[in-house]
């Protein structure tokens, strides 16, 4: 079942919240030890939840849209009561003292949290390998990566642990792993969903979106989270229209654009074959398509490694073992700051976090953040005269489908690469989704992404909803 | 402007400040990985030294959001019980860390 | 040149007069919101340690800051107050491990600041030029258990986050200050002005107000700066001058020995009265400066800060200034005095009144420095006018004063109860008269030319009424009997 169709049965009374929730929690305890797509699975509290709705339906309130759906969560949303751990060492057994907005948003909109998800140790990776507890394997197949850094989220929806998950995408997080787990993966316009809440990699890059199996859920899903907040200070102040009520609107007469920049060159053949049919599905519905070009967009890779980790360098600098999570002592406290993060952080964080301290440093930051913010602008005037012409942008997600566990993980800038096609609009703040759109010669899931200007989510549904349909 | 191939883009020497900066200790065999992957990477970004960006400004934040701003009124705080049951270690109502060694920079 | 020692002024010790003392202030006022910078915990001093936070101000996984509008609004007061262009500005992240900050950096303004270019004017009318007043949030505080307190020998340490969080103005003067005593006045007066547009308390004793002092000294004559040392922990206006005066001394000493002056940050100790080395200059640290991006460029609209300007309360230098107008003949340093003691409106309402300036403003500097209570203008400016009319003696005004501070009324009344019923002419010759005739041995000395028995005549009256005749009035009395 889908989400809609959980939410429309448990809210007409046809089945309880607790029966969606209990069998969900048996095919988690069936199916996770293959995948480990957990960190924690919150199966009392979800029951409890559970009872709640239905006593809500049985007293006649309005239990919410998503009333007793199970809701799988990216280890990096804060839930009150629940560990949160980013998948790392240095904040194992840590437990938030309140909510992320969007946690409050599902849970009054009658969902029901069921688990907390693996990740790429603070979302930095492409393949949920970066894990202080363990890869997750892609439900698709086992010997394979599920994609990242939201791979844990990806895998649960793939696999039918729940008809949602949230994650987050700082460089196509969400997107990336949704293409090669084969689901629905939407990355918001920055600002639509608040951040409150949302453990900060890349604050200026990061977005919180749903993992789905269908559109239609994914606009429902964003109908809820979507919307400002007074706690976050880059929250877009004015409420948008919900994604729902166009979904099935079409795609007559749309510009649709084919970026050439990521379409071509080093994506993989069964991949851009995918694509190609996608844009003729497009075409048959009465989109107008032509090649776009946005040449600045190959800079993208270059420009999101210094300002990603520029901003996690100094995100990250609080895990200090003073107030919460690990501490591994030493004889002051900055040999107790050293000792901790040394132990606590894996080495990809550590990476990053060399990277961003390097980019930041007296006499280096004008050649590289202050470069790459430039560099950012240029993407950003690129698209701006791309939208002049088009309504929305289609590419592949990922160049590859998902690769075999261990492939990449020594060669960090082969990883890197993975997040080509998805890291330009994260530095544009623009709205972007991947759909899944068949297989490739290996009979494992391909994704087309398709872009929006900045709140263009409406149009981006549309097309999103004409491909699966044509499935 | 590369100087050549093979110049070093980051040193081992940079690559340590940098990690004693970010409060970081690497063992001699991740200070030598980490040097050539920084360095890699470094090799990699260096594409954009291409571009003619001078003439642009650099973007903070994508999107033209409006300044957002809170009215001064009290909320909510938190339960110090709860919040000193989360940290490593605590003394009569405060963190204890070992000791500082100096004052702030 | 002279080989005496020349003094400086208000303190009184010797200068080199080789030497200029330069002087650079860095004032961090906590400013009087309700709640902290970027979030809704208590803006409060004191409190059970860690009892005053949330998510944001303990700097948790996952918060976020949002700016408090009030802290804007009184940065801007101050900005206009000193005189400052209000311009956008951008908040930056000053990245440090410090235990104190809950997130290993501060957020603050760092190369966009919110008020820029302004001055502040000394009660001597010298203006010291201010480069900027930004916004940043306050660390938490750390405190050393063992060994003494001392940071550097203590077992352990203990944070408490109640103060992290809460709005700062730093204020940026130039180096413009030429000794311990202008510094002082620097500081007393932009005390006054934060509080006079109620943008905090200035309690340095509370460490509402602190202060860092960068000091250099120079040839006189020179126009290069020397060498500074920044001096940190100065607690109060007395030590300030304290400490700007030793470490003037101690430079000039190095100097003057051929050894040079290192670049350092120094501690002021007021207990032995010296600043000793902090750290210095070439463990500078790199804070990676990059702006802040959980938070959006401020840019006030003109109207707002148009708003602000037309609210704000009239400002130390002009109550000076219309004080001084209106008692032109009194010292400017008495007429600061009434300013700083928010005193100015009461000397204008009972000079306006009737009150003749100099003796209102007398009162004033010497008879109400703990306040003038119930005292309406209207009294004051009645009691003046009887002291004026001869019906009061100075000592007994100040008696009358008293009771209207302490309870109101009319100076009249107060008078007529403490039984200081004007003394008639009349009466007051009868008086002398008789005391000329009982003692006429003095008073034959006294029309010989003896000065110095003026007193005795005084006393003698005094005493036979109890101290209700005019002193005055007995002396000429007195000279117009001898002829």
Request: proline residues 6%; aromatic residues 6%; negative net charge.
């Amino acid at each position: 079942m889908t989400a809609v169709e959980i939410a429309a049965a448990v809210r007409s009374g046809q089945r309880s919240a607790r029966s969606v929730v209990d069998e969900h929690l048996d095919v988690i305890v069936g199916g996770d030890a293959d995948i480990h797509a957990f960190n924690l699975v919150a199966a009392a509290q979800a029951r409890v939840r559970a009872d709640e709705i239905d006593g809500a339906v049985a007293a006649g309130r309005d239990p919410g849209p998503l009333a007793g759906v199970p809701v799988a969560l990216k280890d990096n949303l804060c839930t009150r009561g629940l560990a949160t751990t980013c998948s790392s060492r240095i904040l194992e057994g840590w437990t938030p003292p309140y909510d992320a907005t969007v946690v409050e948003q599902l849970h009054n909109a009658g969902a029901v949290v069921v688990g907390k998800t693996n990740m790429d140790e603070f979302a930095m990776g492409s393949s949920t390998e970066n894990s202080a507890f363990g890869p997750t394997r892609n439900p698709c197949d086992t010997s394979r990566v599920p994609g990242g850094s939201s791979g844990g989220s990806a895998a649960a929806v793939a696999a039918g642990f729940a008809p949602v998950a949230l994650g987050s995408d700082t460089g196509g997080s969400i997107r990336q792993p949704a293409a090669l787990c084969g689901v629905v993966g939407v990355k918001p316009t920055y600002g639509l969903v608040s951040r409150y809440g949302l453990v900060a990699f890349a604050s200026s890059l990061d977005q919180i979106g749903p993992f789905t199996t269908t559109v239609a859920d994914a606009a429902a899903v964003l109908d809820v989270i979507g919307g400002p907040d007074a706690r976050d200070s880059t929250s877009i102040s004015e409420p948008q229209p919900p994604v729902s009520h166009t979904l099935a609107d079409g795609v007559d007469g749309l510009r649709v654009g084919v970026l050439t920049e990521l379409s071509g060159n080093g994506i993989a053949l069964d991949v851009a074959a995918r694509l190609q049919a996608a844009v003729g599905a497009l075409e048959s519905a009465g989109a107008r398509v032509a090649e776009a070009s946005v040449p600045a967009a190959v800079y993208g890779l270059s420009a999101y490694y210094l300002i990603a980790p520029a901003e996690a360098s100094s995100n990250l600098a609080r895990y200090d073992g003073v107030r919460y999570g690990l501490r591994v002592d030493g004889p002051s406290t900055p040999d107790m700051n050293t000792a901790t993060r040394s132990a606590g952080f894996g080495d990809e964080v550590k990476r990053r976090i060399m990277i961003g301290t390097y980019a930041l440093s007296a006499g280096y930051y004008d050649a590289y953040y202050g470069k790459a913010q430039k560099v950012r602008t240029l993407i950003i005037n690129d698209f701006a005269s791309v939208w002049e012409q088009f309504d929305l942008l289609v590419s592949p997600t990922s160049p590859t489908t998902a690769f075999p566990l261990g492939e990449r993980t020594t060669d960090p800038m082969a990883m890197y690469m993975s997040d080509v096609c998805t890291v330009p609009v994260n530095l544009t703040g623009q709205a972007a989704m991947s759909v899944p759109y068949g297989v490739g010669d290996d009979g494992l899931p391909v994704g087309v992404q398709i872009m929006a200007p900045a709140l263009g989510e409406p149009v981006m549904f549309r097309a999103a909803a004409v491909l699966e349909a044509s499935l | 402007m590369r100087i050549g191939m093979g110049q070093q883009r980051i040193t081992r020497a940079e690559c340590a400040h940098v990690a004693a900066l970010a409060r970081l200790e690497l063992t001699d065999e991740e200070l030598d990985r980490f040097t050539g992957q920084l360095d890699e990477l470094l090799d990699h970004v260096a594409e954009v030294e291409a571009l003619d960006l001078e003439a642009l400004p650099p973007t903070m934040h994508a999107l033209p959001i409006a300044n957002l701003l809170r009215p001064d009124t009290p909320g909510e705080v938190l339960d110090r019980d709860e919040v000193l049951a989360q940290a490593p270690f605590a003394e009569d109502g405060q963190f204890r860390v070992p000791p500082v060694l100096g004052e702030a920079p | 040149m002279s080989d005496e020692a020349q003094t400086i002024p208000g303190l009184g010790a010797p200068a080199d007069t080789e030497w200029e003392t330069v002087v650079g202030l860095e004032v961090h006022a906590e400013l009087a919101t309700a709640t902290k910078l970027f979030s809704a915990s208590p803006n409060r001093f004191g409190g059970e340690p860690n009892t005053h936070i949330d998510p944001v101000s303990l700097g948790l996984p996952g918060s976020l800051p949002v700016l408090n509008e009030k802290a804007v609004e009184l940065a801007i007061r101050v900005g206009l107050a000193l005189n400052c262009r209000i311009q956008p500005s951008v908040f930056a992240r000053k990245n440090y491990f410090y235990p104190d900050m809950p997130k290993d950096f501060q957020i603050s303004q760092y190369d966009q600041p919110i008020n820029v270019d302004g001055w502040l004017e000394l009660p001597s009318g010298k203006r010291v030029g201010i480069e900027r007043a930004h916004l940043e949030e306050d660390t938490g505080k750390t405190v050393h258990i063992g060994g003494g307190g001392r940071i550097h020998e203590a077992g352990y340490s203990l944070v408490d986050y109640n103060r992290a969080g809460v709005p700062l103005i730093e204020i940026v003067g130039h180096p413009e200050l030429r000794s311990a005593e202008e510094a002082r006045q620097y500081v007393s007066e932009l005390r006054s002005i934060l509080v006079a547009v109620g943008a905090s308390d200035g309690k340095m004793e509370e460490g509402s107000l602190r202060v860092d002092c960068n000091v250099s000294v120079r040839p006189v004559g020179s126009d290069r700066l020397g060498t500074r040392c920044e001096i940190k922990n100065v607690n109060s206006l007395r030590s300030l001058g304290r400490a700007v005066e030793y470490e003037a001394r101690r430079q000039i000493d190095l100097l003057t020995s051929g050894q040079p002056v290192e670049q350092q940050t120094r501690h002021w100790n007021e207990d032995d009265g010296r600043t000793h080395a902090l750290r210095s200059k070439e463990e500078d640290y790199d804070y990676r400066y990059f702006p802040e991006p959980d938070l959006l460029p401020l840019d006030p609209s003109t109207e707002w800060v148009e708003q602000i300007r037309h609210a704000l309360p009239s400002l130390p230098r002009d109550r000076r200034l219309g004080l001084a107008e209106a008692a032109p003949s009194v010292d400017i340093d008495h007429i600061a005095l009434a300013v700083e003691r928010s005193m100015d409106d009461l000397a204008l309402a009972a000079i306006s009144g009737g009150g003749a300036a100099e003796r209102v403003m007398t009162h004033i500097v010497q008879n109400l420095a703990d306040g003038s209570g119930e005292l309406a203008p209207e009294s004051l400016a009645d009691l003046v006018g009887m002291e004026e009319a001869g019906d009061l003696t100075a000592t007994q005004a100040k008696k009358v004063l008293a009771v209207l501070v302490e309870g109101g009324g009319s100076p009249q009344d107060a008078a007529q109860t403490l039984g200081f019923e004007a003394m008639g002419i009349g009466e007051l010759e009868s008086l002398v008269d008789n005391l000329i005739a009982e003692h006429s041995d003095e008073w034959s000395r006294y029309c010989d030319g003896d000065n110095k028995l003026t007193g005795f005549f005084v006393g003698q009256v005094m005493k036979a009424t109890k101290g209700r005749a005019d002193g005055k009035a007995v002396t000429q009395l007195l000279n117009s009997r001898r002829g």
